[in-house]
């Protein structure tokens, strides 16, 4: 999520909306961090179920991977991640 150009914070109906997949993707990150990779699994795949999503889902899953050593399913999820940031580009 971006802020909107020439604002200096969120507004509050920026992160109401999308609170509970902003906590889900937060603490995929954090899980992430504090070595719990299969609780990160389980966050970012939870987050997934958001459309619009799908780029940073795949990136965090795309790290958990790579620290579990599933090498082909982190590049899997990097080329998700890479098909949806192109998919999202004007």
Not at 64 to 84: C, F, I, N, P
């Amino acid at each position: 999520m971006t802020r909107p150009r020439g604002s200096a914070c969120w507004s509050s109906t920026d992160v109401v909306g999308r609170a509970p997949l902003l906590r889900t993707r937060s603490l995929g990150d954090v899980l992430t961090l504090g070595g719990d990779f299969f609780g990160a699994e389980e966050a970012f795949n939870a987050a997934g179920q958001t459309p619009g999503f799908e780029a940073r889902v795949a990136s965090g899953l795309a790290r958990v991977y790579a620290r579990l050593g599933r090498y082909r399913d982190m590049a899997t999820q990097l080329r998700r991640a890479a098909a949806s940031s192109s998919a999202a580009a004007p």
